[in-house]
């Protein structure tokens, strides 16, 4: 099956309001290939400002949290109404870095993916091992464990408007991406898992990212393997002529195909 590919910036906590603003009129500046899908997932005080900017355009603009309640006492969190009212399209949920300094849980992010789903929001929901996990070699029982926990409860339709991230805790940041292989088999495996949880037909269509030291010199390599769809990334997104090659490299393999 074709999977269009999508390529996701993850901000962090990257960018006021201004800096969002001229990353986008530069960004913009060229047109964007029609044939990836494109997200920006930016602090919550950049998103008003993001998603009247790209009202008119193909890019999708997304948060990178989200509490499941609609409402509550609740001090500090958003919740998916508020996203919604303004246009947010995409969360990334269950991030290693929420997973390590936010105490987020299996449990708390099947909360986030049930919630998102439900109200159709688009959910990017990361899994993956940390070092020690690697060379322990439980890699595939951490990611086959998040995968089921995340998606436990939720229908094979309710899957399908999932996108998966697949981003080893290692990787992220350090300038070290895995290679193309590790990542392929990895990824390969979280298509079985789902195949096992939600059946073939959703493993064939839903689309999973890598993230992890990804730059505009290597996503080639990863976009090439059959089972990557895209690439979710952090410091190589920050800047539009970067954010913008990686795109372009997306669309390449659209070419391809
Ligand atoms: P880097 O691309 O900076 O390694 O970050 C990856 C990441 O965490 C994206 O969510």
């Known amino acids: 099956m074709k999977r269009r590919p999508v390529i ?12 969002a603003s001229s990353f986008f009129s530069s960004f913009l500046s060229e047109p964007i290939p029609n044939d990836v899908e494109v997200v920006l997932c930016a602090p919550y005080l950049c998103l008003p400002t993001l998603t009247k900017l790209a009202e008119s355009t193909s890019v999708g603009i997304g948060a990178q949290n989200v509490h499941w309640k609609k409402e509550g006492a609740y001090t500090g969190e958003v919740s998916i109404p508020m996203l919604q009212e303004i246009g947010v399209k995409y969360v990334i949920i269950g991030h290693s870095e929420r997973r390590a300094y936010f105490a987020e849980t299996d449990q708390t992010v099947n909360e986030k993916v049930k919630a998102a789903v439900q109200a159709g929001l688009i959910p990017i929901v990361c899994v993956g091992e940390t070092w020690e996990e690697r060379e322990r070699e439980e890699t595939k029982q951490v990611v086959e464990r998040q995968v089921h926990r995340a998606f436990a409860g939720l229908s094979p339709e309710q899957m399908n408007q999932c996108i998966l991230a697949y ?30 949880i939600g059946g073939g037909q959703v493993a064939a269509a839903i689309r999973i990212q890598y993230g992890g030291s990804v730059k505009p010199e290597n996503i080639a390599t990863f976009l090439a393997h059959p089972d990557i769809d895209g690439a979710l990334v952090g410091g190589a997104s920050l800047k539009p002529d970067s954010f913008r090659a990686l795109v372009a490299e997306a669309s390449k393999r659209g070419d391809q195909e």
Request: overall charge negative.
């Open 8 to 19: 996701a910036a993850n901000w962090k906590m990257y960018k006021t309001i201004g800096e």
């Open 167 to 196: 981003e080893p805790v290692w990787a992220i940041g350090t300038g070290k991406a895995s290679t193309v292989e590790d990542a392929g088999e990895v990824i390969a495996f979280i298509r079985q898992t789902i195949a096992t």
